[in-house]
């Protein structure tokens, strides 16, 4: 089996169990809960997603390309290795301070201040947790290995631990623990997996890889302006159960959004190296690899939209029924994604194309973030959905129509994958 089938296989359990674990617990837990219960957690987990998103700051991406470019030099790995770490440190660092002080800005944070500082455990696990080394050497069946491991635990413990609304602090820990656990496991084994060996890094290397990270992180940022700001903003205006409603369909149609990842993951070191070889294999591949994903995303859309009330019953319970409405409004999203991953990691960012990359992502999301809370004020967890729909469909809309006008030569090649994909298949 060839690295890419390898790292792909090992992704999809990964990305299977990172969504079919919490799906398992996830009936359980609304059940418990309830939905203004798991609507205060949601709140939470949507407020302190910002500072994850800080101390990705785009490394899962720059420093995944990096480590790809460097294998076999463990001089120079060690030292993307430490300065990578030691920035994501640094940030997370700073994102405890600013969630200090907003917490003490406004009473309406400071109410739930105990569920902010339980949740922050997942920024401090995405910290650690080394996730783009292991991508970048293509070594993908370590991240799965770790990542299943202190999944499983938390899910058995939301179980065993869980048994009222009024264990909420408990199940917050466990909700945010996966990431931390997988650090605890991963970080001892990689000076003997990947031949690093942690060493001081300086601030020029240091700001190298925030450098290296910018405009990925602008953009991923810009990513969360029309993404996570969906929750916390309806929770500023709605009742906890209309945020549980909302936050419990959004996990759905994540879990099928995370059946794209790993193929993306997966292909991202491969694109970029075989990009320095020969641009037409490399965006050929991205082509043929834009038919597959798109193929599985119309179908996955096509049967939300079509079952979302059975699926929302099994699921989360007749508690959260009107999150079906919610549900099968979003059922284009899956091929939104697809689409966008794309023109996203696997064209825009493998072309350097940083500023467009930029625009397209910040632009439509300080428009989200400009018109969501009336929109979630008037109109709603379904209007929300709505909106997001749209702004998804604006980035999309603003890569094909940067990279129709500056590299048509890549697109022609990534068109005839696509083409050669659809004429294998009939064929077969």
């Not at 309806?234 to 936050?247: D, H, N, S």
């Amino acid at each position: 089996m060839s690295a890419l089938k390898r790292n792909m296989l090992s992704l999809f359990t990964l990305q299977g169990a990172a969504y079919l674990l919490p799906l398992i617990a996830v009936p359980y837990l609304v059940r418990v809960l309830g939905p203004t219960t798991y609507g205060r957690i949601a709140f939470a987990q949507a407020f302190v997603q910002y500072f994850v998103l800080l101390t990705d700051y785009g490394f899962n991406l720059s420093a995944t390309r990096s480590i790809a470019l460097s294998k076999g030099d463990p001089q120079a790995l060690s030292r993307i290795f430490s300065s990578v770490l030691a920035a994501k440190l640094c940030l997370a660092a700073a994102g405890w301070g600013v969630l200090q002080l907003a917490c003490l800005a406004s009473p309406n944070l400071a109410r739930d201040y105990p569920l902010f500082v339980v949740c922050y455990l997942a920024v401090l696990g995405n910290a650690l947790f080394p996730v783009w080394l292991f991508q970048g050497i293509e070594r993908m069946g370590y991240i799965t290995a770790f990542s299943i491991s202190a999944r499983a635990v938390t899910v058995l413990g939301l179980f065993v631990l869980i048994r009222s609304p009024d264990d909420m602090m408990r199940a917050t820990a466990l909700l945010s623990a996966p990431a931390l656990l997988s650090a605890v496991l991963a970080l001892p084994l990689v000076p003997r997996i990947a031949g690093i060996r942690l060493v001081w890094p300086s601030l020029a290397h240091m700001r190298e890889a925030f450098v290296q990270g910018w405009h990925i992180f602008t953009a991923t940022f810009g990513g969360a302006l029309y993404n996570n700001s969906n929750t916390f903003f309806l929770g500023l205006v709605a009742p906890p159960a209309a945020v549980g409603y909302f936050a419990a369909a959004d996990k759905l149609i994540r879990a099928v959004q995370g059946l794209i990842s790993p193929i993306s993951e997966a292909a991202y070191p491969h694109v970029a190296v075989l990009a320095t070889t020969s641009r037409e294999a490399a965006f050929g591949f991205v082509g043929k690899l834009l038919g597959v994903l798109c193929a599985g995303a119309i179908l996955a859309g096509m049967i939300l939209y079509l079952a979302a009330g059975p699926v929302v019953g099994i699921a989360l319970g007749s508690a959260f029924a009107p999150a079906a409405q919610i549900l099968q409004t979003l059922a284009p999203w899956p091929l939104l994604i697809a689409l966008n991953v794309v023109f996203g990691a696997l064209f825009v960012v493998q072309l350097g194309l940083g500023r467009l990359l930029t625009v397209s992502i910040v632009l439509p999301g300080l428009v989200h973030i400009a018109l969501l809370y009336p929109i979630a004020k008037h109109l709603g967890p379904v209007g929300v959905a709505w909106f997001m729909l749209f702004t998804e469909a604006s980035v999309l809309l603003i890569r094909m129509l940067g990279t129709s006008r500056s590299h048509p030569v890549e697109l022609r090649a990534m068109r005839r994958g696509l083409l050669s994909l659809v004429a294998n298949i009939r064929h077969a």
